[in-house]
């Protein structure tokens, strides 16, 4: 429910969008349409400004796992959920991927974030063509997805080194998938390159397609070092920008290694997820 200067704003709002509209209707009667055209990119602008003043005042409510369920703006949800990696498909057939994704059923995009092809030689970054990710978040919304991010920094995803970058191992001490600093130091570097992409496509940023990140992967089927995990998650949360549900994936037999104390297990048939062949 709206605070008594919530509503007030809104009513004010709404009062100059009225008018904004009425001015279009008679301009459109009494003037040329260059004019006119004037009028409609002030109310376009205007309609912008309303936006972006509703969510700075009564600000999206993401997605919530609580009680067993998943919830988006308060409401039941179910996610159905599909994984199709862009960087395995030409980008001329993503849109077609993520139509079919859609009509199968799913609501939800999945994809992992292959860190060795985003920064193939430590330092340079590479966002273009088939690796534009933030493209790809837009055209999933476009398509009528949420999406769930999945950015590793260990991705498995049957992909080189799970999606690590070779040039790690230059360092002869290097513990990949712990708490030893050079690797820390590395991921947070390709995190702050990486989470300024997508960040402000969050749902809770003014209704954005992203709803969750996922921590790492599988790590329980690794190792047990929760140090690591939160390290992580706090270079994507706190440091980064990332502020939509956050959630580790492990097998029975991992779930206890790779869990962070807080989460909740779910099963079908609040979440289901399948791997879609549309390659």
């Known amino acids: 429910?709206?605070?008594?200067?919530?509503?007030?704003?809104?009513?004010?709002?709404?009062?100059?969008?009225?008018?904004?509209?009425?001015?279009?209707?008679?301009?459109s009667a009494s003037h040329h349409q260059v004019?006119?055209?004037?009028?409609?990119?002030?109310?376009?602008?205007?309609?912008?400004?309303?936006?972006?003043?509703?969510?700075?005042?009564?600000?999206?409510?993401?997605?919530?796992a609580r009680d067993h369920w998943f919830w988006i703006d308060g409401k039941k949800t179910r996610l159905f959920s599909g994984a199709i990696h862009y960087f395995r498909i030409p980008r001329e057939y993503w849109k077609d991927r993520l139509i079919k994704l859609r009509?199968?059923?799913?609501?939800?995009?999945?994809?992992?974030?292959?860190?060795?092809?985003?920064?193939?030689?430590?330092?340079?970054?590479?966002?273009?063509?088939?690796?534009?990710?933030?493209?790809?978040?837009?055209l999933a919304e476009e398509c009528g997805l949420f999406v769930i991010l999945r950015p590793g920094p260990y991705i498995c995803s049957e992909w080189d080194l799970g999606g690590l970058p070779?040039?790690?191992?230059?360092?002869?001490?290097m513990k990949l998938r712990s708490t030893y600093q050079p690797f820390i130091k590395s991921v947070e570097s390709y995190f702050q390159e990486l989470l300024p992409h997508v960040t402000d496509l969050q749902y809770?940023?003014?209704?954005?397609?992203?709803?969750?990140?996922?921590?790492e992967n599988e790590y329980g089927s690794f190792g047990d070092d929760t140090d690591y995990l939160l390290q992580i998650q706090k270079v994507l949360m706190l440091e980064y920008g990332c502020t939509e549900l956050m959630f580790t994936s492990d097998n029975k037999q991992g779930i206890d290694n790779g869990g962070i104390e807080g989460g909740e297990d779910f099963?079908?048939?609040?979440f289901v997820s399948i791997i879609l062949n549309f390659v």
């Open 1 to 27: 429910m709206a605070t008594g200067s919530t509503a007030s704003l809104l009513v004010l709002l709404t009062a100059l969008t009225v008018t904004l509209l009425l001015a279009g209707y008679i301009s």
């Open 35 to 64: 004019q006119n055209a004037h009028i409609v990119g002030s109310f376009t602008d205007t309609r912008k400004l309303l936006r972006q003043l509703t969510v700075s005042v009564n600000k999206t409510r993401g997605l919530e």
């Open 103 to 138: 009509s199968s059923g799913c609501n939800v995009l999945e994809t992992y974030v292959p860190w060795n092809l985003h920064e193939p030689h430590r330092g340079e970054y590479n966002f273009k063509d088939m690796l534009d990710l933030r493209a790809y978040v837009k």
């Open 166 to 173: 070779s040039w790690l191992l230059s360092d002869s001490e």
């Open 204 to 215: 809770s940023n003014g209704g954005g397609p992203i709803i969750a990140w996922q921590i």
């Open 267 to 270: 099963q079908f048939p609040v």
